[in-house]
């Protein structure tokens, strides 16, 4: 035991065989194999799957029988490992191959639960020549070697930006039966508050899941913190930080929720809306208590006292369709979907910008927007539209400027980072198939520095961790959050 990992386990042991580093049975785990010799009892490291170089099934002579026999060379090592594992030899070549064809998909992915699925199958090819007991259980076994297939039949190159970029893979559906969409993500930083315990002060990535859900991770490590807990049914749109100890979760179900970063717990509700919550920004962290806006789609803002939960003013948008919500100089920017109002916090009208003026051709509406205030400019994506466009915030009547996304099919979301870039994440043609897609802009040169290309479907969310990391959640069919190095 003391020569594994804290969460390692032997998950199968052969009979007693003879190898070239003595009699004793191979064992295997989720990272590695090695052999607990006879005799002298010990420990002998065979390989971890990450070292295998090549895994051949063959015969040797021993008098007039061939003895079937496994030979795993390393990538490191001259000698190479060999045991006469006899009617066990076919199973365990099928076993190791697929550990290590999982393993190598998880390190180019950056994706550890590919070694829990290659040891799902693993364990099923087990179960399999168990039950059947005949000669046709190996081929049966054989055609569960789900990652090893993949690994002969297509290699799964990922992009040699991607790779550089991309630091970890988790999966928050881990454990259901299904995957779920990541709706929204938010970052929290730690040590906020000086109530907290150690453990509670870690960074924390909060990630709304479809129905209602919620997952949160430590985002030192990137581990579980507090597996899901419900905030009501409905899908979640956007989520804030208020106070120190409070995170606001808006609600297709026209309700705020309030979590307790304390107790992990949703014990306030705010009813005050009528449709689906869209926006939620915090105004004055630094002072206390912060004022918090939160808009819904039936045109509505409020502002919150965030220490007393009460409405301190309200006020209606002509039109349907309000999205989104920032602040910025003082006054409250607000996507409406055909236009973006600039208002006082009182909710007078000071600009608006029309999408009918600038897009004659096919009729469109806002998706989304970023204020990027060091060049006073705005930048909005359109639907139908693989272009991201830019205003300028002293004339907002100019035609804007366009900086193409190549192969992009639709724009889901876009972030600013680190002042000069702006990160954009939809769907676009990868390798000629169509994946979730990351735009990198450079916001001064007004160019795509990078394509990054890490989820099979569509990129729905993004959110950044003090300009380090960028998190993109991606749609159902996969449901997984990538963590991206910034530069």
């Known amino acids: ?27 295997m785990t989720q990272k ?29 002579a021993f008098l007039l029988l061939r003895i079937p026999t496994l030979k795993i ?9 060999e045991a006469n594992l006899k009617t066990e030899c076919d199973l365990w070549h099928l076993m190791v191959k697929e550990m290590w064809a999982g393993k190598k998909l998880a390190d180019d992915h950056k994706d550890p639960q590919y070694v829990q699925q290659a040891l799902t199958h693993v364990l099923l090819m087990d179960a399999v020549v168990g039950a059947l007991q005949s000669p046709g259980a190996i081929y049966a076994a054989s055609k569960l070697s789900y990652f090893d297939k993949m690994k002969n039949e297509m290699p799964m190159a990922v992009p040699k930006t991607t790779s550089e970029t991309l630091k970890h893979k988790i999966n928050p559906s881990a454990g259901e039966t299904f995957p779920r969409a990541i709706d929204v993500l938010l970052y929290t930083p730690g040590h906020l508050d000086p109530a907290e315990k150690v453990e509670d002060a870690h960074p924390k990535l909060w990630c709304a899941l479809n129905e209602g859900k919620v997952v949160v991770f430590d985002a030192s490590s990137w581990t579980v913190h507090q597996h899901c807990f419900k905030v009501g ?25 309030i979590i307790n970063v304390h107790s992990m717990s949703c014990n306030k509700q ?14 004055d962290r630094a002072q206390a208590p912060s004022t918090v806006y939160s808009c819904s789609a039936d045109g509505t803002v409020l502002a919150w006292n965030a220490s007393s939960l009460r409405v301190t003013s309200r006020f209606q948008l002509p039109g349907n369709g309000l999205s989104a919500i920032r602040l910025h100089g003082g006054r409250l920017w ?42 006073e400019q705005l930048w909005a994506a359109c639907a139908g539209y693989d272009d991201i466009y830019i205003w300028s915030l002293q004339d907002l009547a100019q035609p804007p400027q366009r900086i193409h996304l190549q192969d992009c099919s639709k724009i889901n979301c ?16 990868s390798q000629g198939r169509s994946k979730g897609k990351i735009y990198v802009i450079d916001a001064e040169r007004k160019t795509v520095e990078k394509e990054l290309v890490a989820h099979t479907d569509m990129v729905k969310t993004l959110c950044s961790a003090e300009d380090r990391y960028v998190l993109s959640g991606s749609g159902r069919e996969e449901g997984k959050i990538a963590i991206w190095k910034v530069e």
């Open 1 to 27: 035991m003391e020569q594994l990992d804290k969460n390692e386990c032997v998950y199968k042991l052969s009979s007693s065989v003879k190898t070239n580093r003595g009699v004793g049975k191979i064992a």
């Open 32 to 60: 590695r194999l090695f052999l607990l010799t006879e005799g002298r009892p010990g420990y002998v490291e065979i390989s971890t799957f990450r070292n295998i170089e090549e895994v051949r099934s063959t015969t040797v």
């Open 73 to 81: 060379k390393m990538v490191s090592k001259k000698e190479v490992f």
């Open 233 to 257: 049914t409905s899908k979640l749109n956007c989520m804030v930080m208020a106070e120190q100890s409070q995170v606001w979760v808006g609600s297709e179900d026209s309700v705020i929720y």
């Open 270 to 283: 705010l009813t005050d809306h009528r449709s689906s919550v869209t926006g939620l920004v915090v105004q």
């Open 334 to 375: 607000c996507c409406t979907g055909n236009s973006i109002v600039v208002v006082t916090t009182a909710g007078f009208l000071h600009q608006e910008l029309k999408i009918g003026e600038n897009f004659k051709e096919i009729s469109t509406s806002f998706l989304g927007f970023q204020l990027v205030p060091e060049q």
């Open 414 to 429: 876009m972030i600013r980072v680190k002042k000069q870039q702006i990160w954009v994440g939809g769907t676009g043609l």
